[in-house]
């Protein structure tokens, strides 16, 4: 039966039921409420970004200098972040898919959301305590060499890179099932759903403020003495207080999420079509739903994925490496010299910058719908603040180059330090980034959600398919962006170039070729998935 004909059997169902509360047996329902939920609800399960993200803002900002403080050299540091995309790619379709058809009594994103807390503390422990652990197992503590990385510690190094599977694995199986969530909650209508991804942006930005002010708190470890250890200096024990104190945080914000927020489960009484067509829910059935969503997709959803993957590849560089931008190019430090030295201060100073860059992240989240209305609409404001992106990226070189010339003129010594103007660029630079940082963060996943509920696919699964357009460019700079660096020095400038160069095709894509989101009006909902077409 084709798209068409079904929604119009749906709608001619729901004409003929209107006063009648008996169900239609040949009509699939799900428990999403009737009406928006209200915005308490929204608001509640939208904060446990907060203590997700704050997990990944210390990712973002202490982990690149970790690990190759754990001896791996900066063009393979980037592989590390292959973790990520990868498990994004396998975990959130399958999380996705899944819960859109998750009979529990707790209701259907509910018990992937508290799995997906579990995992995150198991990998916390793991990451903080990994240089511990190595070195209960056999790795040797000495002095790093006088030139050169440090000794690659290969035991530590291992339970780190396990500890950061299973982050990002555990990361997916939260991310994933919170929006799909949202969309439940705002129940089809599209300014609800684009105000539930703004305050779920917002509360990504409340996080990455808490990560990054822990992240620059240079002594942060003295409050938990006993993470500091023989294998663990000031810098590691700092980085592991961080972690205990995002485990608290989102424990703390999910367990209100989960107890207050009802998730009704999916209705039994009359669901034949999810036996003959989601099959057993194995991993074969779910990459034949995302492929044959991918069959489905109509141009709305096809430009979508193609925006938002130019981008990422964009954003990535700069996410993965700002700090370690910072450290190198503009502090002109090195890597392993010391807790004081150049090179530590620019990453401290660099999270300090991602913290003014979350500060505007949370204020500009809470302004998207105001704005998208001022210029438009929300495809119009999205491709303008891809070509700040793109501005902004490229400003890193002018930057670079300012403190490389200033440290030429000025010698190169241990206390020698950008000048006032160097540093006060750098984080003017984090902070306008916080502007599209704030869209990229909530209007492609509004869209997304918007474009599936026209549809009548399932959120989970639509969400799903929209990670993909994020986590394959991931792959892509995870890859090719250390390699590509080294060609040019080792520096990170020739990422950022790349990443100016597709946040400005994804501006003009954007503006020119994605279509506007559908009036805001309430939309029929089936659990079965068709398709994405818009």
Same mark, same amino acid.
């Given at each position: 039966?084709?798209?068409?004909?079904?929604?119009?059997?749906?709608?001619?169902?729901?004409?003929?039921?209107?006063? +009648?509360?008996?169900? %239609?047996? +040949?009509?699939?329902?799900?428990?999403?409420?009737?009406?928006?939920?209200?915005?308490?609800?929204?608001?509640?399960?939208?904060?446990?970004?907060?203590?997700?993200?704050?997990?990944?803002?210390?990712?973002?900002?202490?982990?690149?200098?970790?690990?190759?403080?754990?001896?791996?050299?900066?063009?393979?540091?980037?592989?590390?972040?292959?973790?990520?995309?990868?498990?994004?790619?396998?975990?959130?379709?399958?999380?996705?898919?899944?819960?859109?058809?998750?009979?529990? *009594?707790?209701? *259907?994103?509910?018990?992937?959301?508290?799995?997906?807390?579990?995992?995150?503390?198991? @990998?916390?422990?793991?990451?903080?305590?990994?240089?511990?652990?190595?070195?209960?197992?056999?790795?040797?503590?000495?002095?790093?060499?006088?030139?050169?990385?440090?000794? /690659?510690?290969?035991?530590?190094?291992?339970?780190?890179?396990?500890?950061?599977?299973?982050?990002?694995?555990?990361?997916?199986?939260?991310?994933?099932?919170?929006?799909?969530?949202?969309?439940?909650?705002?129940?089809?209508?599209?300014?609800?759903? *684009?105000? $539930?991804?703004?305050?779920?942006?917002?509360?990504?930005?409340?996080?990455?403020?808490?990560?990054?002010?822990?992240?620059?708190? !240079?002594?942060?470890?003295?409050?938990? /003495?006993?993470?500091?250890?023989?294998?663990?200096? $000031?810098?590691?024990?700092?980085?592991?207080?961080?972690?205990?104190? @995002?485990?608290?945080?989102?424990?703390?914000?999910?367990?209100?999420? #989960? !107890?207050?927020?009802?998730?009704?489960?999916?209705? !039994?009484?009359?669901?034949?079509?999810?036996?003959?067509?989601?099959?057993?829910?194995?991993?074969?059935?779910?990459?034949?739903?995302? =492929?044959?969503?991918?069959?489905?997709?109509?141009?709305?959803?096809?430009?979508?994925?193609?925006?938002?993957?130019?981008?990422?590849? =964009?954003?990535?560089?700069?996410?993965?490496?700002?700090?370690?931008?910072?450290? *190198?190019?503009?502090?002109?430090?090195?890597?392993?010299?010391?807790? +004081? %030295?150049?090179?530590?201060?620019?990453?401290?100073?660099?999270?300090?910058?991602?913290? #003014?860059?979350?500060?505007?992240?949370?204020?500009?989240?809470?302004?998207?719908?105001?704005?998208?209305?001022?210029?438009?609409?929300?495809?119009?404001?999205?491709?303008?603040?891809?070509?700040?992106?793109?501005?902004?990226?490229?400003?890193?070189?002018?930057?670079?180059?300012?403190?490389?010339?200033?440290?030429?003129?000025?010698?190169?010594?241990?206390?020698?330090?950008?000048?006032?103007?160097?540093?006060?660029?750098?984080?003017?630079?984090?902070?306008?980034?916080?502007? /599209?940082?704030?869209?990229?963060?909530?209007? /492609?996943?509004?869209?997304?959600?918007?474009?599936?509920?026209?549809?009548?696919?399932?959120?989970?699964?639509?969400?799903?398919?929209? +990670?993909?357009?994020?986590?394959?460019?991931?792959?892509?700079?995870?890859?090719?962006?250390?390699?590509?660096? @080294?060609?040019?020095?080792?520096?990170?400038?020739?990422?950022?170039?790349?990443? @100016?160069?597709?946040?400005?095709?994804?501006?003009?894509?954007?503006?020119?070729?994605?279509?506007?989101?559908?009036?805001?009006?309430?939309?029929?909902?089936?659990?079965?998935?068709?398709?994405?077409?818009?």
């Amino acid at each position: 039966m084709r798209v068409q004909e079904i929604w119009k059997n749906q709608i001619n169902n729901m004409e003929g039921n209107k006063h +009648n509360n008996n169900n %239609n047996n +040949n009509n699939i329902s799900i428990a999403a409420a009737g009406t928006k939920s209200p915005l308490k609800k929204i608001i509640a399960v939208a904060s446990i970004a907060a203590g997700v993200q704050f997990g990944w803002a210390l990712q973002l900002s202490l982990l690149t200098p970790y690990v190759q403080l754990l001896g791996i050299p900066h063009k393979w540091a980037a592989f590390i972040w292959l973790c990520g995309p990868i498990s994004g790619m396998i975990v959130q379709p399958i999380v996705g898919y899944q819960s859109d058809r998750c009979r529990s *009594r707790f209701g *259907r994103r509910r018990p992937f959301i508290a799995g997906g807390a579990a995992f995150v503390v198991l @990998a916390v422990l793991l990451i903080g305590f990994a240089a511990d652990l190595g070195h209960l197992f056999g790795d040797h503590i000495g002095a790093a060499p006088r030139s050169g990385p440090p000794r /690659p510690k290969i035991r530590a190094i291992t339970i780190f890179v396990v500890g950061f599977w299973v982050l990002d694995v555990a990361n997916n199986m939260l991310q994933g099932p919170c929006r799909a969530f949202l969309a439940d909650l705002a129940d089809g209508h599209a300014r609800t759903t *684009r105000t $539930a991804n703004s305050f779920y942006s917002f509360f990504m930005a409340v996080g990455n403020v808490l990560g990054y002010l822990a992240g620059s708190i !240079t002594h942060l470890y003295k409050i938990l /003495p006993f993470t500091r250890s023989r294998a663990c200096d $000031a810098y590691c024990a700092n980085l592991k207080t961080c972690f205990f104190i @995002a485990v608290i945080l989102l424990i703390t914000v999910t367990t209100i999420a #989960l !107890t207050t927020v009802h998730d009704k489960p999916l209705l !039994t009484t009359s669901e034949p079509s999810l036996e003959t067509e989601g099959g057993g829910g194995g991993g074969g059935v779910v990459f034949g739903e995302i =492929a044959g969503a991918f069959r489905e997709l109509k141009r709305p959803m096809w430009v979508l994925l193609i925006v938002t993957c130019l981008n990422w590849v =964009a954003w990535f560089p700069f996410l993965l490496f700002d700090t370690d931008w910072m450290g *190198r190019e503009v502090y002109g430090g090195k890597v392993g010299e010391g807790s +004081n %030295n150049l090179y530590a201060l620019g990453v401290r100073a660099g999270s300090l910058g991602l913290m #003014l860059n979350s500060i505007v992240l949370g204020f500009m989240s809470l302004g998207v719908e105001f704005l998208g209305r001022r210029m438009g609409g929300a495809k119009r404001l999205w491709g303008v603040v891809n070509f700040v992106l793109a501005i902004c990226l490229g400003l890193t070189v002018l930057i670079t180059k300012l403190a490389g010339k200033e440290r030429s003129h000025r010698g190169g010594g241990v206390h020698a330090m950008p000048s006032t103007g160097i540093r006060a660029s750098a984080l003017t630079l984090f902070s306008v980034l916080g502007i /599209p940082l704030a869209i990229t963060y909530s209007i /492609p996943f509004a869209m997304a959600s918007i474009f599936s509920s026209s549809s009548g696919a399932g959120q989970g699964l639509s969400l799903g398919v929209l +990670n993909l357009a994020i986590v394959v460019p991931q792959m892509v700079v995870s890859i090719l962006s250390g390699p590509w660096d @080294a060609l040019f020095g080792g520096g990170n400038l020739p990422a950022f170039v790349v990443g @100016a160069i597709a946040a400005a095709m994804s501006g003009i894509l954007a503006l020119t070729m994605l279509p506007s989101p559908p009036p805001d009006v309430p939309t029929v909902k089936k659990t079965s998935t068709i398709g994405l077409s818009a």
